[in-house]
């Protein structure tokens, strides 16, 4: 059991936390919630012993080990999944555990054909993946995670989702996604006001009482003040009373005695408006056809099309790698297509929030200078005013870029965006490294913008709250479902949780069908199929698309139990599993294969002449 006792920590003038004592004991999972700059990362730093508090203690039982997802990524072995596999407790019956740094990398996105890459050859991204399956697999004690979904796809998301609320031992876990650190953890804590508050339950709940008790506070002390007022002119007024000597003396005690409430500060919130461009017509951007690859062989993507009309909600979700961030990038015209085009309206006026553009903020410049450079026509004041909005005010405004933490640049970001007007956002993981609150405000502020908005975030509660329509990039394709991202979860599902399968699919080759015939109807040598066969082709599609429905089915219950059997270190079970996945999934792609190759003979049979 982690115990916290009376620990306290400032920075100079400010003091992050004072005299605050907790405990987290074993099972118990802990949201840890608080104002970025409030102190969440500097807590978990006391905790690692990687930075000193000002007074008070940690301690905890011997032998008690943390693991955390390090920010520094440093890698000793050759492959991924020795590297993985060397976090590893060893055990003394010498059983080989690979089997369980195998699932947990498949489940963070990993593909088999990764396992003998090199950790070098990946992307920061999934080498941060790396680092958490190895944290995953250490199995400490108490697991440390600071924003773990950052560098993860929607798919690895819910994934981890699921094995966190399989998890048997501590937790402690900062995020910007509510929702999800609501469906993993069983208590949170509220870094508020220099102290700690945790309770039982969701962030709602603790927010809640937060809340009443602080409007009772100022109740109460609004009620001090007028019976305090009261008191002082009853003392003024008789005091030079003889009569009256024994009630004022009794008032004067009384006042020394009651504690004086004081005012709570105002906490300052994220509260902006983008500025709108006017906009008039319906159409503000047509994507025809399009195509991208940065491999002429090998596209991201092709035959994409649709509108942008005004007041669209259009998110763009899938694993990461298949395109998502490029297709954004197209639309702003940072990158030209292969094929296709894009076709925007002449009134169009975009702001763009980009993965890498805060990496383009200039370290020199000050967050004043960099929200003026964005519209060179705002004066001082306004440019002032929007400091203020993105909680830049008075001489904060002045900070240099360079010493700016990664939420703070996000909110210049977004400060940039503000300073000149637009009709069309076009918005890249926006939510990056903002904190809980601000990404409350960021919601209701494009709730609030009537121009059109694209958006590429892998946090549900983003796109529950927002997306009217998708673009979806999932098993190899990209789609557009019009519905908002219930509907899709309802009704189409991600590849590999066992939903219903997509109408728009790969398909296999009819059952019994032998290697050469299926060469055969690949090459097209098949030609004028009666109405008879082409039934018998639709019938075989039906027969496996059910098939595969079946076996994504088994793939989904195969990865639960084995996050279960991973926990209780059920060997057996986990290599039984795991063989049982694998063909599974060898299985689903055979059949995919297959079934292409079908569908193209089908469509040219239907289309031939009689």
Known sequence: MLTV???????????????????????????????????????????????????????????????????????????????????????????????????????????????????????????????????????????????????LDIVSIRWLRRFLCAWEGALMIITHDRDFMDSVTTHTMLIHRSRVRKL??????????????????????????????????????FRAQATKARQVQSRIKLLARHEKLDKLQDIKELD??????????????????????????????????????????IAVVGPNGRGKTTLLRLLQGELKPVAGTVKPSQNLRMGYFGQTNVDRLSPRLTVEEEIRDANPTRGRTQVRTLCGCMMFEGQAAEKKIAVLSGGEKSRVLLGRILATPVNLLLLDEPTNHLDQDTVDAFIEAVMEFEGAVVIVTHVERVLSALATKLVVFDGGRVEMFDGTYGDFLDRVGWEGEGQEPRKKVKAPREPGMNPKEARRLRAGAVSNIGAKEIAALKKSIEAIEHEIMLLEAQVVRDDEAMIAASIKSDGHAIRTLSASNSAARERIEMRFEEMSALEVQLKERESAPE
């Open 5 to 151: 006792t009376n620990l306290s920590k400032s920075y100079g003038r400010q003091t992050l936390f004072e005299e605050v004592s907790f405990q987290v004991t074993p099972g118990e999972r802990v949201g840890l919630v608080g104002r970025n700059g409030h102190g969440k990362s500097t807590l978990f730093k006391i905790l690692l012993e990687e930075e000193e508090q000002d007074s008070g203690s940690v301690s905890f039982p011997p032998g008690y080990r943390i693991g955390h997802l390090a920010q520094h990524i440093h890698f000793t072995h050759k492959t991924i999944l020795e590297e993985a596999a060397s976090a590893l407790q060893p055990r003394e019956d010498f059983i080989d555990e690979t089997y369980k740094a195998k699932a947990i990398l498949t489940g963070l996105g990993f593909s088999e054909t990764d396992f003998d890459r090199a950790p070098k050859e990946f992307s920061g991204g999934f080498q941060v993946r790396l680092n958490l399956a190895r944290v995953l697999l250490s199995e400490p004690n108490l697991l440390l995670l600071d924003e773990p979904t950052n560098y």
């Open 272 to 313: 902006f408006r983008f500025t709108e461009a006017p906009f008039n017509g319906k159409f503000m951007m047509e994507v025809n056809d399009l195509a991208f690859g940065y491999d002429a062989k090998h596209p991201l993507f092709q035959g994409l099309s649709f509108p942008i009309q005004k007041g669209d909600r």
């Open 200 to 237: 039982p339950g969701g962030t709602e709940k603790l927010y809640a009482q937060i809340l009443q008790e602080e409007e009772i506070h100022e109740q109460t002390r609004q009620n001090d003040v007028k019976k305090r007022a009261q008191d002082e002119a009853f003392i003024s007024r």
